[in-house]
């Protein structure tokens, strides 16, 4: 499994995730995020789940610093991935509850992904 950062371009943020997700890795895949929002500001992020296997089980997954830090410094979270992990990944990232749209993507529409988040905040 792995939780990293793949590019930053201008305030678009792309992370990869594959395998089975870990607390640890989560907590350092956020880690590194919020360092980036501490020096630019408002960001975007593009999450890439590749061979997503779920998530450690017995891991206590009620951290919510990185969202209180940060939530109010991104602009929207796109995840591209297979399908049959949309509603799981939309629950675990709280979609509806942040202050900012999330919205998940077919791993075919990676360029579907990319306009959204393009497309100007209201």
Do not use: C
Not at 50 to 67: I, P, R
Not at 68 to 88: C, F, N, Q, T, Y
Not at 105 to 117: H, V
């Amino acid at each position: 499994m792995s939780a990293d950062i793949v590019s930053t371009v201008g305030d678009l943020v792309t992370a990869r995730v594959t395998g089975t997700l870990t607390q640890n890795e989560l907590g350092a895949l956020q880690k590194a995020v919020g360092e980036i929002i501490r020096k630019q500001g408002r960001t975007r992020l593009l999450v890439l789940v590749e061979d997503f296997a779920g998530w450690e089980t017995g891991a206590t997954w009620g951290d919510f610093t990185f969202q209180v830090h940060h939530d109010a410094s991104i602009e929207r979270m796109a995840i591209v991935g297979d399908k049959k992990w949309a509603d799981l990944v939309l629950l675990f990232t709280s979609q509806g509850l942040r202050p900012f749209p999330i919205e998940y993507f077919d791993a075919a529409d990676l360029a579907g992904a990319r306009a959204w988040l393009d497309t100007p905040a209201k």
